[in-house]
């Protein structure tokens, strides 16, 4: 098990930046893939961006070029840098890992933390 803790969200002008940090219980060395995903009113949730433990980063086609996930490994945090940002990133932004096991995958969640990107 590991319980996540998300900060860094608010209220930020169109063109600005955010970093989400995500705090984790335990190493992020054990945790398979960690990623941000993102829930807009009347919106599905959607994955924003993962990082696998090896490092390999997958981004949504609407944030590329623009987000960066990493995580850090000693600080047992994953952080995502939210760049030139735009009215219809606004959601709110949750934390996820991910441990594989044999015959299913162990999803943990955050609890969330609201950006809001005002135009």
């Known amino acids: 098990q590991v319980r996540l803790v998300e900060s860094g969200g608010g209220l930020v002008q169109a063109g600005g930046s955010l970093r989400l940090p995500c705090a984790a219980s335990?190493?992020?060395?054990?945790?398979?893939?960690m990623g941000w995903y993102r829930q807009a009113p009347g919106k599905q949730r959607e994955l924003v961006a993962d990082?696998?433990?090896?490092?390999?980063?997958n981004y949504v086609d609407s944030v590329k070029g623009r987000f960066t996930i990493s995580r850090d490994n000693a600080e047992n945090t994953v952080y995502l840098q939210m760049n030139s940002l735009k009215p219809e990133d606004t959601a709110i932004y949750y934390c996820?890992?991910?441990?594989?096991?044999?015959?299913?995958?162990?999803?943990?969640w955050g609890q969330g933390t609201q950006v809001t990107v005002s135009s």
């Open positions: 335990r190493s992020t060395f054990s945790i398979d893939v």
């Open positions: 996820n890992a991910k441990f594989f096991r044999a015959t299913k995958i162990n999803d943990y």
């Open positions: 990082i696998t433990s090896g490092g390999n980063g």
